[in-house]
Nanobody, 132 residues
Framework: QVPLVESGGGVVQAGGSLRLSCTYS????????MGWFRQTPGKEREFVAA????????YYADSVKGRFTISRDNAKKTVYLQMNTLKPEDTAVYYC?????????????????????????WGQGTQVTVSS
């Protein structure tokens, strides 16, 4: 059973907004770092946004900085991705991911959160299509 379920994808015109949600069905959510990645056909999955459990370490891809916002509600075991001023190049399947555990001594939260191989759980993905 996939412990992460995304929702909120759809079709929107350029300049519009969407909010993606990702709900975790496991027991403990508050110690998970959460991330969003996206992928288009023929391309590698790319990092979009992530934060650790405290929210004190939050990172965005340069391509979405200032337009997208990641947030989380630990009580609802849900992470959100608010996407504003959408562009056609934002069209992709968006995946939610969860990373359990801290970082090694001398490591960095940045490297831990932007690399997809660091994550333990993945959602099934939700399609976002931005029309021009």
């Amino acid at each position: 059973q996939v412990p992460l379920v995304e929702s909120g994808g759809g079709v929107v015109q350029a300049g519009g907004s969407l909010r993606l949600s990702c709900t975790y069905s496991g027991l403990t959510f508050s110690d998970l770092a959460m991330g969003w990645f996206r992928q288009t056909p023929g391309k590698e999955r790319e990092f979009v946004a992530a934060n650790n459990w405290s929210g004190g370490n939050t990172y965005y891809a340069d391509s979405v900085k200032g337009r997208f916002t990641i947030s989380r509600d630990n009580a609802k075991k849900t992470v959100y991705l608010q996407m504003n001023t959408l562009k056609p190049e934002d069209t992709a399947v968006y995946y939610c991911a969860a990373r359990r555990g801290s970082i090694k001594a001398g490591g960095s939260w940045y490297r831990a959160l932007v690399n997809d191989y660091e994550y333990n759980y993945w959602g099934q993905g939700t399609q976002v299509t931005v029309s021009s």
